[in-house]
């Protein structure tokens, strides 16, 4: 199978290689069969059943930090032993599935995340599952520029922002199912409230610490998680 990305996903989603196991971590591979269905597994099922190296699979989950993965320095994960070239696709890909899909709502000073070029290369991908050398190098370099003249565009904020939106709406739902409409209606406005993530690409320190009481409520390894920092 080829191993489209490892994404999040809802946290009692059933693996592909263990029957009755759930993915409590709510990160998984996405792996593609021939007949086109999509199948979830963690690293070793990947490893096991995925045709492509696992280093250049774009990680849109780095900033969400498992607890078993807590020893690591500065919350960054490598799938494989690849040198430093192997992640220049793997960061490319996810950089444009950050912009021009995943966050495409998003906005900062006003205006969309998407970017005219980045939509070409994301339509390259999505067409041939794969971007050229050339086009690696184009959206880093962007990236790069980006993140010079404004931290809240570069990869790592981006991420920690998917990252945040995916725990906001695992808690909205965890609220939810126990009938709190006063956390509901208070995280819900950290999502997308006037001075929510979605329109800043950030949120303050009093509004992480807010967030906070209500993260109680979350399945155990989702509440023990640790969400990275934005980069500011």
């Known amino acids: ?13 059933e693996s592909y290689c263990a029957k009755g196991k759930k993915l409590s971590s709510g990160k998984a591979y996405f792996l593609k069969d021939k007949n086109g269905n999509i199948h979830f597994g963690g690293k070793q099922c990947a490893e096991m059943h995925g045709a492509n190296d696992l280093s250049q699979v774009p990680d849109l989950t780095k900033s969400l930090i498992a607890r078993r993965e807590g020893h690591l320095k500065g ?18 890909v996810a950089y444009i599935l950050l912009r021009e899909e995943k966050l495409s ?9 998407s970017y005219d070029v980045l939509k ?14 050339g ?7 962007i990236e790069n ?10 990869l790592k904020n981006l991420s920690t ?5 995916y725990i906001l709406e ?14 509901v209606s208070y995280v819900s406005d950290l999502l997308n409230g006037e001075n929510g993530i979605k329109m800043h690409c950030s949120l303050t320190r009093e509004q992480v610490y807010g967030l906070s009481k209500w993260l109680q409520f979350l399945p155990k390894d989702l509440r023990e998680s640790r969400l990275r920092e934005f980069d500011l």
């Open 1 to 13: 199978m080829y191993i489209l990305k490892k994404d999040f996903i809802d946290e009692n989603t």
């Open 75 to 92: 919350g960054s994960t490598t799938e494989s032993s690849g040198n430093k070239n192997d992640l220049s696709k793997s960061q490319a």
């Open 105 to 113: 709502d998003y906005k900062i000073k006003g205006q969309s995340l």
């Open 120 to 133: 070409n290369y994301y339509s390259e991908y999505n067409e041939h599952n794969d971007l050229s050398e």
């Open 135 to 141: 086009s690696v190098s184009h959206i880093l370099n």
């Open 145 to 154: 520029k980006a993140s010079k003249a404004n931290k809240r565009l570069s």
């Open 161 to 165: 922002c998917y990252a945040y939106q």
């Open 170 to 183: 695992r808690t909205i739902a965890a609220l939810g199912a126990k009938d709190n409409a006063g956390g």
